[in-house]
């Protein structure tokens, strides 16, 4: 079965602290690595795509990384408007010869002025 | 581009009834749309996959007779909780994928629904 780790659960920032989000994965015939910001009570929105492991991408303060096993999301210089859940999620083959999306449970940013 | 629109975006029923919601892509076509169920500090459900004009792919342990999808167009997806119980309450989503252009493969989300069943 596909699963998804994200860690830590919750971080706490000072504006300007840069950190990282980790997210490791077990599947078998991996089609796709997913970023999703969430704000409270509004659906995910999509930030970055990873497909092979050593891809990198980036876009303004955030920049997302994949190997073989984990992804990391690393924010530099955070601000409190980055302030959200952040999610990561994998596409696999599964038994059934379909693509199927897996969700961590998420990381809760917190960035404080 | 690629923004989903989910209809409504609150809901408030009585137990028994049903409850339809609905999805649309608005500036793509998407052969496929998916439903997830959020509980508060959980992780996304998937629940099915609706490809359009065939019959949706339910998760194992989703009730295809309770929550009925249909995928009538290439930009419209609808999900129906029939005979609403209070474990239904819950944050529907609503995600679409692009099969063509820069998002290929990447699924794009609505709002979500807040569904409360008293």
């Known amino acids: 079965e596909d699963q998804v780790t994200q860690s830590p659960e919750a971080l706490r920032l000072q504006e300007g602290e840069s950190s990282s989000l980790n997210c490791s994965y077990t599947?078998?015939?991996?089609?796709?690595l997913f970023w999703y910001r969430q704000d409270p009570g509004k659906g995910p929105e999509f930030l970055f795509t990873?497909?092979?492991a050593g891809e990198e991408k980036e876009k303004e303060r955030l920049k997302a990384t994949l190997t073989k096993k984990e992804s990391f999301l690393h924010i530099t210089a955070p601000k409190p408007e980055d302030s959200a859940t952040y999610l990561c999620a994998v596409q696999a083959l599964n038994s059934g010869g379909y693509q199927k999306v897996t969700f961590g449970i998420g990381t809760k940013l917190q960035v404080i002025p | 581009g690629a923004v989903v629109s989910q209809h409504p975006s609150r809901v408030i029923c009585k137990s028994g009834t049903s409850v339809k919601i609905e999805c649309r892509s608005l500036?793509?076509?998407?052969?496929?749309m998916f439903w997830y169920r959020q509980f508060p500090k959980q992780s996304l459900m998937l629940m099915a996959t609706?490809?359009?004009?065939?019959?949706?792919?339910?998760e194992q342990g989703v009730e295809k007779d309770k929550f009925l999808i249909n995928h009538a167009s290439l930009t419209l997806s609808t999900l129906t909780v029939t005979s609403a119980h209070p474990e239904d309450s819950s944050f529907y989503i609503c995600s679409a994928r692009s099969l063509g252009g820069l998002s290929y493969n990447e699924q794009f989300f609505g709002p979500g629904t807040r569904l409360t069943v008293l």
């Open positions: 990873l497909y092979s």
């Open positions: 599947v078998s015939g991996l089609r796709g």
């Open positions: 609706s490809n359009e004009g065939s019959k949706a792919t339910y």
């Open positions: 500036d793509f076509q998407a052969t496929t």
